[in-house]
C-alpha cells in the first residue's frame, strides 16, 4: 500500500513538473516575443507595406506579409476542408473497419509526418509542370497539401466519438447513411471539426517553408490568386536574417502579430465551440 502511494506521489510531480514546463516555456516565449517586439510595433507598421530601404531600416510596414498570411492560409484551410470532411465521414461512416480505412489513415499519419519543406518542393515540381510561377495560388495548393492530414486525422478522431446508439437510431428512423452523416453526425461534432480546422489554420498561418518556393514574396498586395504573396513567417526570417538591429527588433514586432492573429482566432473559435455544444447530444 504505502509503495503504491510513493508510485502515485511520484506521477503526480512528475506530471506537475510537466506541465509547469510546458507552461514556462510558452511564458518564456510569449515574453520574449512581448519584451523584444512591443518597442517597435507601431500604427504605420501595421498598415503600410515595406518602401525603399525598409529591410535596411528605413520607413514602412509588413501590411503585405498580414495580408498574404490571411490569404495564404484561409484559402488553404478553405481547401483542405472542402476534401477533408468528406474524407472523414467516409472513414467513418463507410470504411470505418475495412482495410482500406486502416490503410488511408496509416497513409495521412505518414503525411502529417512529412516535412513541410517536401511539400514545398512538390508544390513548386508541380507548378513547373504546369507552367506556373510563385504565386498566391500555388501557395494555397502547397499549405492545403499540408494542412490536410492534420485535419483529416483531427476530424476523423471526433467523428470517432460519436455514440454508435445515435447512428443506430438514426439509422432506424429510416435516414441513409448520407444523411445521417450530414445531419447528425455533422452537428454531433461541430466542436471537434472547428477544432481541427483551428489546428490546421494554425500550422499553415506559421508555415514558412512550404510557401517559400510556391508563393514567392513580394512587398506589394496580392492583386490576384496568380500574383506573388507574402507572408509573416517569411517575413520574420528575411528580418531576423539583417545585420540591422532596429529591423531584427521588427522581426520580433512581426512574431507577436502572428502570435496575436492565432490567439485571437483561437479565443474566437472557443467562443463559438461554446455555442455548438448546446446542439451536442450528451
Not at 4 to 14: A, D, H, I, P, T
Not at 98 to 115: K, T
Amino acid at each position: 500500500m504505502k509503495k503504491r502511494k510513493v508510485e502515485e506521489n511520484l506521477f503526480k510531480f512528475l506530471m506537475f513538473g510537466s506541465m509547469l514546463l510546458v507552461l514556462g516555456s510558452l511564458a518564456l516565449i510569449l515574453g520574449t516575443i512581448i519584451w523584444r517586439g512591443l518597442p517597435s510595433l507601431n500604427l504605420a507598421m501595421l498598415t503600410q507595406t515595406p518602401k525603399g530601404g525598409y529591410y535596411l531600416g528605413k520607413e514602412g510596414g509588413i501590411l503585405n506579409a498580414i495580408v498574404g498570411s490571411l490569404y495564404l492560409a484561409g484559402g488553404a484551410t478553405l481547401l483542405a476542408l472542402l476534401v477533408s470532411l468528406p474524407i472523414a465521414l467516409y472513414l467513418q461512416v463507410y470504411a470505418a473497419r475495412s482495410r482500406i480505412g486502416e490503410l488511408a489513415r496509416l497513409a495521412l499519419d505518414v503525411l502529417w509526418g512529412v516535412p513541410s519543406i517536401v511539400y514545398g518542393a512538390f508544390g513548386f515540381t508541380l507548378m513547373i509542370w504546369l507552367g506556373m510561377r510563385a504565386s498566391l495560388l500555388g501557395g494555397i495548393i502547397a499549405l492545403a497539401l499540408l494542412e490536410l492530414p492534420i485535419m483529416v486525422r483531427g476530424m476523423d478522431e471526433a467523428i470517432a466519438l460519436v455514440p454508435f446508439a445515435l447512428k443506430e437510431t438514426s439509422y432506424a428512423m429510416g435516414a441513409t447513411r448520407l444523411e445521417t452523416a450530414l445531419k447528425v453526425i455533422v452537428r454531433q461534432t461541430a466542436p471537434g471539426l472547428l477544432t481541427a480546422v483551428l489546428l490546421a489554420f494554425g500550422r499553415g498561418i506559421g508555415d514558412a517553408a512550404s510557401v517559400l518556393f510556391t508563393a514567392g514574396y513580394t512587398d506589394r498586395l496580392p492583386d490576384s490568386l496568380f500574383s506573388p504573396a507574402a507572408s509573416l513567417p517569411l517575413a520574420i526570417f528575411f528580418q531576423l536574417g539583417t545585420p540591422f538591429p532596429a529591423v531584427q527588433e521588427r522581426a520580433y514586432a512581426s512574431a507577436l502579430v502572428l502570435t496575436v492573429m492565432v490567439l485571437g482566432l483561437s479565443l474566437l473559435a472557443r467562443k463559438l465551440t461554446g455555442r455548438l455544444n448546446k446542439h451536442v447530444i450528451r
